[in-house]
């Protein structure tokens, strides 16, 4: 089992940035592939961007693509999601999530994740 903490969230001016951090406890982080979904008030929940145990694969949903970056640290147990050229509608709980996988695979279903931390708040001021 994985416990995720997600950080770095907070308020930023459209066009600006911020970086997301997702700490992972245990020493099987390297086992799990990684997620990072966002929620906007009253919208469904959605996959941003994912990566594999490896980091070698990556997917992103088309509204993010050339925006944002997912990244990891096998070493320090962290996934990142880097975000710039924010826009409002980014505006969202962002959560991270974890699942077992394959050392290649990518897992792009929300039902596919087993561990899921308590999100953080993206606010993109216009």
């Known amino acids: 089992q994985v416990q995720v903490v997600e950080s770095g969230g907070g308020l930023v001016q459209a066009g600006g940035s911020l970086r997301l951090s997702c700490a992972a406890s245990g020493r099987t982080f390297r086992s799990y592939a990684m997620g990072w979904f966002r929620q906007a008030p009253g919208k469904e929940r959605e996959l941003v961007a994912a990566?594999?145990?490896?980091?070698?694969?990556?997917y992103y949903v088309d509204s993010v693509k050339g925006r944002f970056t997912i990244s990891r640290d096998n070493a320090k147990n962290t996934v990142y999601l880097q975000m710039d050229s924010l826009k409002p509608e980014d505006t969202a709980v962002y959560y991270c999530?974890?699942?077992?996988?394959?050392?290649?695979?990518?897992?792009?279903?929300?039902?596919?994740?087993?561990?899921w931390g308590q999100g953080t708040q993206v606010t993109v001021s216009s």
């Open positions: 990566i594999s145990r490896s980091g070698g694969n990556t």
């Open positions: 999530a974890a699942t077992y996988a394959n050392l290649i695979v990518v897992v792009a279903t929300e039902g596919q994740y087993d561990y």
